[in-house]
């Protein structure tokens, strides 16, 4: 069991299809993470959210929405996907961003499916 | 060249036997470098975390650091089938507060 929550595990979603991902965690960390995870290759950073603000994006397409709406949570809005964004999405929490390196914990993931 | 670099593998190991994986670099102003063990289809979860030269033993594991040379590894001692996974070396930059990992190293333990 992971201190990262992620719901729901698996979705699967038409092409107009909107949805969200949900991420939660209590550790009282202030750095939160989406990654895109594609089969056999290395997790890839989507966003970043620090002390609730965004202070990274990964030049991600619009249908992808972030959004943190407290310390403990972080959502991923989904609209208008396409096939090449099936994948598995991974959420992550530090305590802070930076800060002499602290690692960062993943949630068990969500394995979205585009039909 | 890849900001970090691992042997895609598979590496092949007996079980019992020592399992060494390599991880080199690029930017010599690094300073934080963790290992991540992922099991297919599930998430990455961290084993180990180093941030200084030297090694740091964790039960069965041990992290090498050499800042120097720019590379980081990983042994893992009496190998047990349920070791084998995907390795993911990853290192925070110097310059910047992003986890860039390297491609991972598949280990296989044959019992």
């Known amino acids: 069991d992971t201190e990262v929550t992620q719901t729901p595990k698996h979705l699967v979603m038409g092409m107009t299809n909107k949805k969200s991902l949900k991420c939660e965690q209590h550790?009282?960390?202030?750095?939160m993470y989406w990654y895109k995870q594609k089969a056999k290759k290395p997790p890839e950073l989507m966003f970043v959210y620090s002390y609730e603000k965004l202070s990274i994006n990964e030049s991600v397409p619009s249908r992808f929405s972030p959004e943190c709406p407290n310390s403990s949570l972080l959502n991923l809005h989904l609209h208008a996907l396409q096939p090449e964004d099936s994948a598995l999405y991974l959420c992550?929490?530090?305590?802070?961003?930076?800060?002499?390196?602290?690692?960062?914990?993943f949630g068990d993931g969500t394995r979205l499916s585009i039909l | 060249q890849k900001e970090v670099e691992q042997n895609s593998g598979p590496l092949s190991v007996p079980e019992g036997a020592i399992a060494s994986l390599n991880c080199t670099y690029s930017d010599r102003g690094s300073q934080s470098f963790f290992w991540y063990r992922q099991y297919s289809g599930k998430s990455p979860e961290l084993i180990m975390s180093i941030y200084s030269n030297g090694d740091k033993e964790d039960g069965r594991f041990t992290a090498q650091l050499n800042k120097a040379s720019q590379y980081v590894s990983l042994l893992i001692r009496d190998s047990q089938p349920s070791d084998s996974a995907t390795y993911l070396c990853?290192?925070?930059?110097?310059?910047?507060?992003?986890?860039?990992f390297g491609g991972g190293t598949r280990v296989l333990v044959k019992p």
């Open positions: 550790m009282g960390h202030r750095a």
């Open positions: 992550a929490s530090s305590q802070v961003l930076g800060g002499n390196g602290q690692p960062q914990h």
């Open positions: 990853a290192v925070i930059r110097a310059a910047g507060n992003k986890l860039t």
